[in-house]
């Protein structure tokens, strides 16, 4: 009896100590797995309430790094992704596509792009970034409004 409790004690701890470690990822990298990054975003986001945001793009797009700036300097945006939002990148680039990773999900038109997931990881919406735009840069407006639509709904227990 001692050995089961301990086994399960581990596994709980384990799974929380799992869920509590997500650590966001700045840039897209070739050598990462998006799969494990998946599974730790999905734990973190079940144990924490937020929605998944899988940003599909590369180190090469330029359209990438101005949808980044503009999620970090644009304090709005920057507020609803912190309160609600996990956001998880994943590389496509000549060094490493993520074909198999990326087959579980719809085509991708352009670049960055994003898909957004429940807190189980199941798909809910696929978007094009392009959409968001504004000259050559993003509209905060459009940007607030399409994070709004994803906000988790408060989970009852």
């Not at 929380?16 to 470690?21: N, R, T």
């Not at 980044?68 to 304090?75: G, I, L, S, V, Y």
């Not at 670049?111 to 696929?126: E, I």
Request: net charge positive.
């Amino acid at each position: 009896m001692k050995k089961i409790f301990l086994i399960f004690f581990l596994f709980i701890f384990s799974a929380a100590f799992y869920a509590q470690s997500f650590e966001t990822v700045n840039r897209f990298d070739p050598n990462r797995n998006p799969d494990e990054d998946l599974k730790a975003a999905v734990a973190f986001s079940k144990l924490n309430n937020k929605t998944i945001i899988l940003d599909v793009g590369g180190e090469w797009c330029i359209w990438c790094h101005r949808i980044d700036d503009f999620m970090k300097r644009t304090e709005e945006v920057k507020a609803l992704l912190d309160k609600y939002f996990v956001v998880v990148k994943i590389n496509y680039s000549k060094e490493n596509k993520n074909e198999k990773f990326l087959s579980k999900y719809p085509t991708i038109e352009g670049y960055p792009h994003f898909f957004v997931l429940d807190s189980d990881g199941k798909l809910l919406h696929s978007q094009n970034t392009g959409e968001l735009e504004q000259d050559k840069d993003y509209d905060k407006d459009k940007f607030v409004s399409f994070l709004k639509k994803w906000i988790p709904q408060k989970k009852i227990n």
